[in-house]
């Protein structure tokens, strides 16, 4: 069984940077599309990245990109989410998920909620202001 583990979080001042891991058991990322979410307090959760190791490119939100970067460690089967420049309004729960299913999880639409089949426990980032 496929099962993943966030881990990272904490708390971090305004301008800071965290790096949140995620580690995969059960699979390896040959071919699991892999994403970042996150749910601020009274909000939706939100998709910040999607990657998949079959893709040249790993998609970003207009929230996070150039500030947020993802990165893969295979030997260790973990996916990292580097965040720098950190906001307020970066604090979530942070939430990695992936899916071994190409066209549900990354073709048409990337990582989009409902096609992740497996999701980690949340870390939370409290940035202050």
């Known amino acids: 069984e496929v099962q993943l583990q966030a881990s990272g979080g904490g708390l971090v001042q305004a301008g800071g940077s965290l790096r949140l891991s995620c580690e995969v058991t059960?699979?390896?990322?040959?071919?699991?599309?892999i994403g970042w979410f996150r749910q601020a307090p009274g909000k939706e959760r939100e998709r910040i990245s999607c990657?998949?190791?079959?893709?040249?490119?790993?998609y970003y939100s207009d929230s996070v990109k150039g500030r947020f970067a993802v990165s893969i460690d295979n030997a260790q089967n973990t996916v990292y989410l580097e965040m720098r420049s950190l906001k307020a309004e970066d604090t979530a729960v942070y939430y990695c998920?992936?899916?071994?299913?190409?066209?549900?999880?990354?073709?048409?639409?990337?990582?989009?909620?409902?096609?992740?089949?497996?999701w980690g426990e949340g870390t939370l980032v409290t940035v202050s202001s």
């Open positions: 990657f998949n190791p079959n893709e040249p490119d790993t």
């Open positions: 998920a992936t899916s071994p299913d190409y066209s549900a999880a990354y073709y048409y639409v990337h990582c989009p909620d409902q096609s992740m089949d497996y």
């Open positions: 059960g699979s390896t990322f040959d071919d699991h599309t």
